[in-house]
RNA sequence: GUUUCCGUAGCUCAGCAGGAUAGAGCGUUCGCCUCCUAAGCGAAAGGCCGGCGGUUCGAAUCCGCCCGGGAACGCCA
């Protein structure tokens, strides 16, 4: 179904053309002067020019033209040329009634791609920290916009698991057990079922071997050594490489359960390494990876570049893969495996540089079709309130289960404060509602940019935040649930013409969902979702106000009223879920 | 140094296929609970949209040059 800007801009356009000027000077927006009109066209004064003409007596000459369309109550040319219009209620009620009996309220869905998104990118040597957050929602977020319109979209956490730090860690726990029979390289027998280590073990290993190793250069090449030991099949490294993955893996999925991020697949470097040898062997052969430095690389400078990009290194010097390698081979991998029509990497913006050099590899050496869209999002560094990278209170990095555990503690300890409810449930209202905090604090912000992480601002069930859009749904639930106690049929309830202010301008607000989801999808942006639903629940809330829903008499009004309120909760709760979040029934 | 991203109210952020008086929230000030959740609603105050030029009838939005901040720039990821 059309959007309504789509089908305003349609009536306006015929207008032009039977005034004799080009339909697509029809073009309808949303009004920036919410004080003078709803909708606005602007296209009458760039005609001006080409018809030599004042842009009034052409805005003059369509508003006219205008005058008894009955999708507007008015339809006015005001200086220096604006077209201002107000919609007629009951279009526009018309409008949310088919909108509500959309599958995808009113979104349409022209074609549906494969979508591969390549989001998390935790490494398995070290534990979750809050540098893992903003992949793992974005991310999580952005696969559930595509899905929503219409794509197959596999998520792919894509772990570290085959570069240095492997070898790094490894090297640790040679140090700390060296009899170990992963290390003894003439053992034969079978390798322990007992990983040698705990996750608490390996959160310590990492950061002491990385600390080692860029002080103490032997260990540094034993770690490199272990690292090419590994990647070229050594029994034992690869036995100790499977319990670090298990133990690992399996913490990993605990704590993205509580962000709620769900992979569709968990591969890694590891996966492809397969394919490495062909790949490399083809790149030599066809000529497009050569020698330099004793390293591999293609060259991936372009004529119409503005800056130096550096070649892009295939194999080390050493003869070990890396982030590189790894990442080309999977390209190979997915194309072959799922055929997709675009493929999106969710990290840090400081990588724009290298997926440049990747996604420009890749075209070169003929793993990807130029019909195959390969797309970088690069976001910004979550901060703390100084402005620098958010850091514990001693300066160290925060674990991530810690932040989402600090954020519903406090969630937990301020519902408390405010009600007088049992700790069962306030404990599991403070974990939905303090993950709507963590979530919205971040996806509202737009990803490319740094955010400042602000627990105060986050929780608070004022202003933008996750708890108010919360709030605003359990808001409607429970008067739909006293509705029903009352007696109240939901079944059957249409939405009415609105009879107040208030009430359009929650059907205006609910009206442009089509157009938000066409944005985030084009945008790959969660803060338009974001933008829309703190919209539309200040909307529902002044409407609340200013409207008495269960006091009032006339039954047939009460129900429309019912009706509307409950598809806006069914609209926040679509886009909620979009963003990663739900809501509560209480709180 | 080169490239790139960012610079909007005291603070945190929207807006950017150019449009009429630049929007929210927090904070500040003032109203509103005999009534569906006041964890809410309404209102006020607060801005040379980093600076200077250009394009345009019209620029926070497009272009150029500066200034300020972050980041990247061959064997890390």
Redesign the pocket.
Known sequence: MKKI?ELLSEEVGKAFEESGYKKSAG?V?V???P???EY?C?????L??EFKCA?IAIAGAVAEKLANNEAFESVEA???????MNLSGAYLADYIRKMSEDEKYGVDLPDSRTIIVDYG?P?VAKALHVGHLRPAIIGESIKHILKFMGHNVIGDVHM?D????MGLVMTEIQERQPDLPYFDESYTGEYPKEPPFTVRDLEEIYPTASAKSKEDADYNARA?EA?LKLQSGVRGYRALWDHIIDVSVSDMKRIYEKLHVDFDLWNG?STVQYLIPDMVKEMKESGVAY???????IDVKQDTD??????C?V????G??????TDLATIKERVAKYDPAQIIYI????????FE?VFRAARKAGLVSDKVTLSHI?F??M?G?D?K?FKTRDGGVMRLEDLIADIQNE?YS??K???D?DDAEARQ?ADT?GLSALLYGDL?????????F?M??FI??????G??IL??I??I???I???VAQGGDMSGLKIGDPVNA?EKDLMKALSSFAQTME?AEDEL?P??IC?FI?DL??A?????????????EDEAKKGE?IALIDFTRKVLETCIDLLGFSA????
């Open positions: 800007l073009r927006s009004s920036n002067r004080d003078l009109c606005q602007n296209g009458a004064m760039a001006a020019k842009p005001v200086m220096p040329g604006f077209i201002n990118g490494n570290g085959w570069g240095k730090p490199l690292t470097e020698e330099s430095d004793g390293a591999l690389v503005t800056k130096e990009i550096p070649p290194i194999v080390k010097s050493d070990a893969s890396l982030y590189n390698t990290t840090d913006k400081r990588q724009d540089l290298y050099q690069g910004g560094t901060n309130k402005g990278p969630m301020k519902i404060e405010n009600k409810i209202t509602v509202s912000n737009q990803a490319v940019k740094d955010y400042v602000d105060e601002r608070s069930f004022e202003g933008n935040t708890p108010y709030y605003t359990v808001r639930k429970s008067i649930s006293k509705y208030s944005s942006a803060h338009r933008a703190y629940a200040n529902l809330n002044s409407f609340y106000h200013e409207t008495k829903i269960l006091s009032e009223y509560p029934d209480r709180m």
